[in-house]
C-alpha cells in the first residue's frame, strides 16, 4: 500500500518561513507527478505547486516568487519551501501523487492526511 506523510507544517509569523516535507512509502516502482495542494477553512483545495518527473514546475500566482517545489525522485519524496508567508497562506497543506506505479497498479493517485500551516498577523 502507498502511503503518503507530510510533515513541516506550524505556527509561523507573517514574514516567516516554513519547509515542508512529504515522503512516499510502500512498494512504488515510479511516480508520474507530484505536488502541493491546499485547503482553507471554508474554502475549495486549490493547487499550489507542481513537479513533473520530468522536472517542469507549475505554481499558482499567488505563491509565485515565494514558494520553491523541489523533489528527490530516486528517494520518493517532495519538498516545499515557504517563504515570506502570509495570512493567507493559513490552510492544510496536502501531498498528491499521480501516476504511481506499483507492482499491483500501473497509475495510481494518492493523497497525504495533511499538515496544517497557521500564519499568524
Known amino acids: 500500500q502507498v502511503q503518503l506523510v507530510e510533515s513541516g507544517g506550524g505556527l509561523v509569523q507573517a514574514g516567516g518561513s516554513l519547509r515542508l516535507s512529504c515522503a512516499a512509502s510502500?512498494?512504488?516502482?515510479?511516480?508520474?507527478?507530484m505536488g502541493w495542494y491546499r485547503q482553507a477553512p471554508g474554502k475549495q483545495r486549490e493547487l499550489v505547486a507542481t513537479?513533473?518527473?520530468?522536472?517542469?514546475?507549475n505554481y499558482a500566482d499567488s505563491v509565485k516568487g515565494r514558494f520553491t517545489i523541489s523533489r528527490d525522485v530516486p528517494k520518493n519524496t517532495m519538498y516545499l519551501q515557504m517563504n515570506s508567508l502570509k495570512p493567507d497562506d493559513t490552510a492544510v497543506y496536502y501531498c498528491?501523487?499521480?501516476?504511481?506505479?506499483?507492482?499491483?497498479?500501473?497509475?495510481?493517485?494518492?493523497w497525504g492526511q495533511g499538515t496544517l500551516v497557521t500564519v499568524s498577523s
Open positions: 513537479y513533473t518527473s520530468g522536472g517542469r514546475t
Open positions: 510502500g512498494s512504488i516502482f515510479s511516480i508520474n507527478n
Open positions: 498528491n501523487a499521480q501516476g504511481v506505479h506499483t507492482p499491483r497498479y500501473r497509475s495510481l493517485e494518492v
